[in-house]
């Protein structure tokens, strides 16, 4: 019997590659089992691609939304850069107080893109997930040799309150590597660049922007696009993802010619997925909190879908379970892991989630044994 094992992971917890490990453990002499790290290009995916793809973190001294230097990391493997712009742009990098998308840039994501190519890297996989920053992709552009003018002749840092001065765009300068790359870009939004479905109004609250702010900033998205057009010669504020990560995904289109796709669609086909499911019997997914929303776009739905296709079974093996779960034709079966009344403190140590992870799955196909009239 052939098991495969794409666990995301288990955030703050244990990572995709030690989730499956621990099942792995938990089942080793029922069944040859493949572990495959996997993601929905959220948190823990830079870490599930380079451990799938056998890659390495590099560590770089970037800007952060505001500014000042940080160490910021992403990960290689092979031509493959990997990234979250979180961790050069994003908001936990901000104090509560200092949330403020007028003055928050992209700059220091530009400056990890550069230090990649200058490693050598031609593909570019890049999470956009949890931004602090408004600016259009502005301070990534600037620190990739894009220069931006205002009515003056002065030249723009690229922060959000600049969206509204941008009065040319210079993009001479743009990094010639650039041309050579493929970039996609896990994107499971489709809000456009601007309106009432825009990046502003619907995530510059949660970045620290009033309601005065975010007329500014959606103004200032809309005079952003008419002169980029202007220059690029084409229109795309009105595609799906454009919004995404206070523009960044506009830029990314743009300005480096990038492709938005569903996070787990790209995660499962740089991990080979599809071919390791190949024969398999049994595949275990799952993720901390497994839910109605897990099926809708996140790791487990995708790994299931590709699991039914190739014609196994769907167990998944969650921390917690929702109320509003559903009987859906993806998923044959889901368990929590947790086998003892705890706190939640508890429950996520990586001891005792380990512990959890390798006893339930053990149990669940030990009963999918049992079921399918196997012999153990």
């Known amino acids: 019997m052939k098991v495969v094992v794409a666990i995301d992971s288990f955030k703050g917890s244990l990572s995709s590659l030690e989730a499956g490990e621990a099942v792995k453990e938990g089942i080793g002499d029922l069944a040859e089992v493949a572990v495959v790290p996997i993601a929905d290009g959220g948190e823990g995916t830079v870490e599930a691609l380079r451990d799938a793809l056998g890659g390495k973190s590099v560590s770089v001294v970037v800007s952060d939304p505001l500014g000042r230097k940080i160490s910021a990391s992403y990960a290689m493997a092979f031509d493959r850069a990997i990234f979250e712009m979180a961790a050069s742009s994003g908001l936990p990098l901000l104090e509560p107080s200092e949330r403020n998308p007028m003055k928050t840039s992209t700059y220091g994501f530009g400056e990890l893109l550069l230090d990649a190519l200058n490693k050598g890297a031609r593909k570019f996989i890049i999470g956009i997930g949890g931004s602090a920053t408004n600016d259009a992709g502005m301070g990534m552009l600037r620190a990739l040799g894009v220069k931006f003018k205002d009515a003056s002749g002065a030249y723009l840092a690229g922060v959000g309150a600049d969206l509204m001065r941008v009065a040319s765009v210079d993009i001479s300068g743009l990094d010639a590597r650039i041309r050579e790359c493929e970039i996609v870009v896990a994107c499971d939004v489709n809000n456009p660049l601007y309106g009432e479905n825009g990046a502003a109004y619907i995530y510059g609250a949660q970045k620290g922007a009033n309601a005065d702010m975010i007329e500014q900033l959606d103004a ?157």
Request: with cysteine; net charge neutral; hydrophobic share 50%.
């Open 220 to 376: 200032g998205l809309r005079r952003f696009c008419e002169v980029a057009s202007r220059e690029l010669g084409a229109d795309m504020e009105q595609v799906a993802g454009a919004g995404a990560a206070g523009g960044l995904g506009y830029a990314l289109l743009a300005f480096l010619g990038a492709s938005l796709r569903r996070g787990v669609d790209i995660v499962c086909d740089e991990v080979g997925l599809k071919s390791a499911l190949v024969g398999a019997d049994l595949v275990i997914t799952g993720e901390g909190r497994f839910d109605t929303q897990s099926l809708m776009g996140k790791t487990p739905s995708g790994v299931a879908k590709l699991a039914k296709a190739a014609g196994a079974k769907v167990v998944v093996l969650a921390g917690s379970l929702g109320d509003d779960l559903a009987d859906s034709e993806l998923i044959d079966a889901c368990f929590s892991v947790v086998r003892a009344p705890c706190s939640l403190k508890e429950a996520m140590r990586a001891d005792i989630a380990r512990i959890n992870l390798k006893q339930s799955a053990r149990q669940a196909v030990k009963l999918f044994i049992a079921g399918a009239g196997l012999e153990i």
